[in-house]
């Protein structure tokens, strides 16, 4: 491994932005025109409606994430922007599994569903759905149990998370 890829890694980004028709647009094309990929985004109201929390992973350097910081600090509807590190913050993503399901596997999946607290919310004659939610671990370990019967379809909502404690820049 070359010392340029161990320093890259995944970035969390808590931005808060004035809740404005066109933000989720000038943000994400602020990524797209300085040709960084963003991993995940969720964007939601907070507790005041005329703000909005974007979580937004990316994978590039430290450089690359002081420049998308700066950058983002930059457009007029941003609050505050803060990096979130894994180790000091909360972060969660959902996933909902349709997995392939026979008479013979259904009780095998409801089993492993119930070890990991997922939710089993649709039952088919050939599939099951599950919901569950946590960190990338849980998940991928999750995913590996699913995988040997079949997962038919996922759909992910990309991480939200929210540093632990209580920041000066809190809304």
Do not use: P
């Amino acid at each position: 491994m070359t010392a340029e890829n161990e320093s890259m890694r995944n970035y969390i980004l808590s931005v808060m932005v004035n809740n404005h028709f066109g933000v989720l647009t000038r943000i994400s094309g602020l990524f797209a025109r300085r040709g960084y990929n963003i991993k995940s985004l969720t964007v939601g109201e907070t507790q005041d409606e005329r703000i909005s929390r974007m979580t937004i992973e990316f994978y590039g350097d430290e450089h690359t994430n002081e420049q998308i910081q700066n950058q983002l600090r930059k457009v007029v509807d941003v609050v505050s922007v803060t990096e979130l590190r894994r180790d000091s913050s909360v972060c969660r993503e959902l996933y909902l599994l349709k997995v392939r399901a026979t008479d013979k596997t259904r009780a095998a999946l409801v089993q492993i569903a119930d070890i990991f607290r997922a939710k089993t919310v649709d039952v088919a004659s050939d599939s099951l759905i599950f919901e569950i939610a946590g960190d990338e671990e849980k998940l991928k370990a999750f995913y590996s149990n699913m995988k040997k019967y079949g997962v038919l379809e996922v759909a992910r909502t990309g991480v939200t998370a929210m540093a632990r404690g209580r920041l000066d820049n809190d809304i």
